[in-house]
């Protein structure tokens, strides 16, 4: 299964429903089992659930898992509540994923997706096409 793809469609479904950009990013994490409740903290640190298994991602950010969605969605939901500058610390610190590292590039990536949409400069409706950019293969 192309699980960039299927990511990148999940966001397109999910910026349709015209939610605020805050929720918007907590939804997102739904797609990797961190529930948007006080639980969320739970689920994030027990690494969510991979509801969407396989690959599709560019060499850079594809860690041979198929575990990236999950990933990416995680960490997007992780950082739209602790903020980026922590999420980075925490994805380094205790996760292990350096930035020369498949994973810590899609760390960064996460990361940078919740700065854009928090500031407005990437809208919900373009957010779909963003991942397929930057995260899947090109053919995606």
Not at 70 to 97: K, N
Request: charged letters at 30%.
């Amino acid at each position: 299964m192309d699980a960039c793809a299927a990511l990148a469609d999940s966001i397109a479904r999910l910026a349709e429903r015209g939610y605020s950009n805050g929720r918007f990013l907590k939804e997102l994490g739904r797609i990797a089992g961190v529930r948007r409740g006080p639980l969320w903290l739970f689920d994030a640190a027990g690494g969510g659930r991979n509801r969407l298994r396989g690959r599709g991602f560019r060499l850079a950010v594809d860690d041979e898992t198929d575990g990236q969605a999950r990933h990416f969605a995680g960490t997007v939901a992780v950082t739209a509540r602790i903020g980026g500058r922590l999420a980075r610390w925490l994805t380094v610190t205790v996760l292990r994923d350096t930035p020369d590292t498949a994973d810590g590039r899609l760390s960064e990536e996460a990361i940078e997706f919740v700065r854009a949409i928090r500031s407005g400069e990437l809208a919900q409706a373009d957010a779909s096409g963003w991942v397929r950019r930057r995260l899947c293969h090109a053919t995606a």
